[in-house]
């Protein structure tokens, strides 16, 4: 990380340059959305693949106007700022990007209104976050914030103090992760990715108004689960269908695909990765390095840029 290069105040600078004020009102309130981005490296064409960036921005977009953020920049002048700073990092390994967007005036004033906005971006190498061959999860006795809390469709950097308690306290108690219910006892999501069920060869995932992020991960789940004439269903699950579940997993960025083998110490199903996950999982970490053809627009090349990128 010595030579790590950031996007900070308009400009690609060292990392360890790009420093905010103690007074800054997002470090002070939590007054900033962010974004994770995962780019993939693929050894036999010498190219790092960005995974869609175009629509982990647009959400970004949406997120900084529910916190009266201004964005500066547009989509696309996002993703070429993204690639210039991975290109500028000299990656040849899979990295994770953090966009932010903050209020970041120096100031003592619990609002968001007339605070002038901040926008910085880094990356790091990252490999898998959570083991790919089965991970044991608990139901967190967090809730996960609702909608009428802080909105839970954004990415709000104050927000993660509830992922932070989850999964901190899953991983205290031997889990790998943790589930959270939302506020009316229904099943929500994990601390920092989406949630599937499979039952009866039909895979079901909670709805966009269960207090979850709306992730970029879930929505490529729907698309190839649709590629391998999987039937998808949204709606809410209940606790005792995790119990159930002929097969679970956890979606996002991060996690990529993972397969989860025990709830609350029970076995999902035979306590393997099942089927249809295996499935899924195997087309997803092929998309996301720019293997499967029919999905090659929603990765974005950093060295040998198209047109379109
Ligand atoms: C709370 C939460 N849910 C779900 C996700 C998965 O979203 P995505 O697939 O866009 O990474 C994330 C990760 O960003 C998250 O932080």
């Given at each position: 990380?010595?030579?790590?290069?950031?996007?900070?105040?308009?400009?690609?600078?060292?990392l360890?340059?790009?420093?905010?004020?103690?007074?800054?009102?997002?470090?002070?309130?939590?007054?900033?959305?962010?974004?994770?981005?995962?780019?993939?490296?693929?050894?036999?064409?010498?190219?790092?693949?960005?995974?869609?960036?175009?629509?982990?921005?647009?959400?970004?977009?949406?997120?900084?106007?529910?916190?009266?953020?201004?964005?500066?920049?547009?989509?696309?002048?996002?993703?070429?700022?993204?690639?210039?700073?991975?290109?500028?990092?000299?990656?040849?390994?899979?990295?994770?990007?953090?966009?932010?967007?903050?209020?970041?005036?120096?100031?003592?004033?619990?609002?968001?209104?007339?605070?002038?906005?901040?926008?910085?971006?880094?990356?790091?190498?990252?490999g898998?976050?959570?083991?790919?061959?089965?991970?044991?999860?608990?139901?967190?006795?967090?809730?996960?914030?609702?909608?009428?809390?802080?909105?839970?469709?954004?990415?709000?950097?104050?927000?993660?103090?509830?992922?932070?308690?989850?999964?901190?306290?899953?991983?205290?108690?031997?889990?790998?992760?943790?589930?959270?219910?939302?506020?009316?006892?229904?099943?929500?999501?994990?601390?920092?990715?989406?949630?599937?069920?499979?039952?009866?060869?039909?895979?079901?995932?909670?709805?966009?108004?269960?207090?979850?992020?709306?992730?970029v991960?879930?929505?490529?789940?729907?698309?190839?689960?649709?590629?391998?004439?999987?039937?998808?269903?949204?709606?809410?699950?209940?606790?005792?269908?995790?119990?159930?579940?002929?097969?679970?997993f956890?979606?996002?960025?991060?996690?990529?695909?993972?397969?989860?083998?025990?709830?609350?110490?029970?076995?999902?199903?035979?306590?393997?990765?099942g089927?249809?996950?295996?499935?899924?999982q195997?087309?997803?970490?092929?998309?996301?390095?720019?293997?499967?053809?029919?999905?090659?627009?929603?990765?974005?090349?950093?060295?040998?840029?198209?047109?379109?990128?």
């Amino acid at each position: 990380m010595a030579d790590a290069v950031a996007f900070f105040d308009g400009r690609l600078m060292p990392l360890k340059e790009a420093n905010i004020n103690i007074a800054t009102h997002a470090f002070n309130y939590g007054t900033g959305v962010f974004e994770g981005i995962r780019a993939y490296w693929n050894e036999e064409q010498e190219e790092l693949y960005i995974v869609q960036p175009g629509t982990h921005f647009r959400r970004m977009q949406r997120s900084a106007r529910l916190l009266q953020i201004d964005l500066p920049y547009s989509e696309e002048r996002l993703v070429r700022i993204t690639q210039d700073l991975l290109r500028a990092n000299g990656f040849q390994e899979d990295v994770y990007i953090r966009p932010l967007a903050y209020k970041a005036d120096a100031v003592i004033k619990v609002g968001l209104s007339g605070i002038s906005s901040g926008f910085a971006m880094f990356a790091v190498p990252m490999g898998d976050y959570v083991s790919m061959t089965g991970i044991h999860v608990a139901v967190s006795s967090w809730r996960r914030i609702s909608d009428n809390m802080i909105p839970s469709r954004a990415k709000v950097v104050g927000a993660y103090v509830n992922a932070a308690l989850s999964s901190d306290q899953a991983r205290l108690d031997g889990y790998d992760e943790a589930i959270m219910l939302a506020d009316d006892g229904h099943v929500s999501e994990a601390s920092s990715s989406n949630l599937f069920m499979v039952r009866n060869e039909t895979l079901i995932t909670p709805p966009v108004t269960a207090d979850i992020l709306e992730g970029v991960t879930r929505q490529l789940v729907f698309e190839l689960a649709d590629d391998l004439k999987i039937a998808c269903e949204v709606r809410n699950i209940d606790r005792t269908e995790l119990y159930s579940a002929d097969e679970l997993f956890l979606c996002g960025t991060g996690v990529q695909l993972a397969s989860i083998v025990t709830v609350d110490r029970r076995p999902v199903n035979h306590g393997h990765p099942g089927p249809i996950t295996q499935a899924l999982q195997k087309q997803y970490l092929a998309l996301v390095r720019g293997q499967l053809p029919a999905h090659r627009h929603q990765v974005t090349p950093v060295y040998r840029p198209r047109n379109d990128a």
